[in-house]
């Protein structure tokens, strides 16, 4: 599986009613997991459509091993693999017939199809529940069965959006694991608006908001960014709706002695509050609010 580059240079996306849902964003994606963040509106899945050659940039040029996106977008799709947000299934079929059928409209070589579904179906850990209507199937097996259709073409590029919502803890942690287990040589864009999803998982983030591109590199470099501007804070549990008004606050913690908050904040909140190192959480919330760029 040979190496390629994604690279964005300047793309923009506007939809017809003329909203700008992504603005001038320049990256350059090599082999590992990306952890596309941002709250919700922030333009991540009008970009993750851009990059599945779904839609058109409006400004700008995606590139694939060096073709234009938009111009040659066959060559893209050969190494793709998309998870989209609203991804459904025909209920009735099991997860073997559904990959079956999905292999047949990817155009999959048919001599291969059977091989390839039960490798797709072993990668997400479903070869037991591979005969089961997808209708009893939870929201962490459907998922798995949607990572398994982007699967089936061995992807260079693996594409999802916002995988884990509605997934319990323990499904969660589960599919943060599977995609950790397909990193590798290809390319893993992971967006989301759950920074625990990206935490462990994430060698490169790139964080979006307003349609912009707020911040790229290393979790370890957007923790470093907040060095300084996280405080924890014990205050009497009676304030606590007031000063959720008055600071940026990443959590809450009660206990016998009141409640503890994590305050994000240029200086301390009070000359009793302590201040302690930050948390990717702590730091996300330090770039997208109290610098002002949500």
């Not at 008004?245 to 913690?253: K, P, W, Y």
């Amino acid at each position: 599986m040979s190496n390629c580059e994604l690279r964005l240079e300047g793309v923009g996306f506007r939809y017809r009613n003329g909203h700008e849902a992504v603005r001038g964003v320049d990256l350059d994606l090599g082999p590992g997991i990306v952890g596309l963040l941002g709250p919700n509106g922030a333009g991540k899945s009008s970009l993750m459509r851009v990059l599945a050659t779904l839609a058109r940039p409006t400004s700008g040029r995606v590139s694939w091993c060096g073709s234009d996106t938009a111009r040659e977008p066959d060559r893209l799709r050969a190494a793709l693999g998309y998870l989209p947000q609203d991804f459904g299934v025909y209920e009735a079929l099991s997860a073997r017939e559904f990959l079956h059928f999905l292999a047949a409209v990817k155009g999959l070589p048919a001599k291969r199809v059977a091989a390839r579904v039960d490798e797709c179906l072993a990668a997400v850990g479903l070869s037991d529940a591979a005969e089961r209507r997808l209708g009893d199937h939870s929201g962490g097996m459907r998922q798995r069965v949607g990572i398994a259709q982007a699967l089936l073409n061995d992807p260079r590029l693996l594409i999802v959006d916002e995988p884990t919502v509605g997934l319990d803890p323990e499904e969660r942690l589960r599919f943060r694991h599977l995609l950790t287990d397909l990193a590798g040589q290809r390319l893993i864009i992971l967006s989301t608006h759950i920074v625990s999803d990206v935490e462990a998982s994430a060698t490169r983030l790139a964080v979006m908001a307003g349609g912009h591109l707020r911040f790229t590199g290393t979790p370890e470099h957007l923790i470093a960014r907040a060095q300084g501007h996280a405080y924890d804070w014990t205050v009497a549990p009676e304030r606590l709706a007031e000063l959720r008004q008055q600071h940026h606050i990443s959590r809450s913690l009660r206990s016998a002695g009141g409640v503890t908050l994590r305050v994000v904040a240029e200086a301390a909140p009070s000359a009793d509050a302590v201040a302690v190192a930050p948390d990717l959480e702590d730091a996300y919330l330090w770039l997208l609010k109290a610098q002002g760029n949500a």
